[in-house]
């Protein structure tokens, strides 16, 4: 049974901070857990600030104090349909990743919601991505919410279409069981993904002794056969079950089955069977993360 008792949500007080807040305020009302909304600026101190004249006196730039970004918090939690005077708001001064890490830690949090800002290519390599980073070292399940996603979520959060991605792995297995219990919650449908990578995509030259095709029929059925253990397992009468294998590159089939399936929600496992999980840039995961419309819920095993 998944329980969220205390979740963190991270934000930036741009608008489209507004997405994933509303999603943090629903889910900590449906689980009647703790929120906690913070803010990290670089520093809440004076600084000096060179003109650029040569001779010029250096300016003193004064942040915005606490109390306004404290305040400028309960007007975007209140504008996304939370409760400010249940929520608490934390102002911190620091490193964007470490402060929102140290938080999670101290609090300490279950879930963290985020959201992302749909940057790709060159531009998130040369200028880095604090989500990214955050799902890196996040010491609990990770909720990103790209800017696709809907601008408010639902009073109560039903998520009833969602796909989980299913390698085998601990992680992996260890997303199934939350998956399994928020389509329970919304009596919702789970679709559990395996994407059969090697030899999916470019026909090999022949070989007497190698038939491509028979050995792509052959991981296809086993890989059916793993799954039947996993739908007798998570059988039950409030959610329904299904599972779909297909040949292809992973992070595109699982973005193109969630469109399909018009999924509400992405369940997948943070690290693979490889182990090097989301150490290595360009992972199964990151690029789900980045590509996906719909909230991505990162799990640990």
Known sequence: ????????????LSESSARPLAFAAALARWYKARLTVLHVVPTFDPMQVPSGQLGEPVHLVRPVPREEVLAALRRALDAAGG???????????????????????????DLLVMGTHG??????????SVAENVLRKAPCPVLTVPPHAP?????????????????????ALQ???????????AHGLVTVLHVIEWLAEEEPRTHPSISAAEYRRHLTEDAHERMRPLVVEAAGPRCEFEHVVVLGRAHREIVQAAAAKEADLIVMG?????GVGLRLFGSTTQQVVRAATCPVLTVRG
């Not at 049974?1 to 930036?12: K, S």
């Open 270 to 274: 943070a690290q693979g069977r490889g």
């Open 83 to 109: 409760d400010a005077r249940r929520a608490t708001v934390v102002a911190e001064a620091g490193d964007p990743v470490a402060t929102i890490v140290d938080q999670a830690v101290g609090i300490p949090a």
């Open 119 to 128: 940057r790709g290519g060159f531009d998130r390599l040369l200028l880095g």
């Open 151 to 171: 601008a408010h979520a639902p009073s109560d959060v039903g998520f009833t279409r969602i796909l989980c991605p299913m390698d085998f792995s601990p992680s």
């Open 175 to 185: 997303a199934l069981g939350f998956a399994l219990d928020l389509a329970q919650h």
């Open 1 to 12: 049974m998944v329980e969220f008792t205390h979740v963190l949500c991270p934000i930036d």
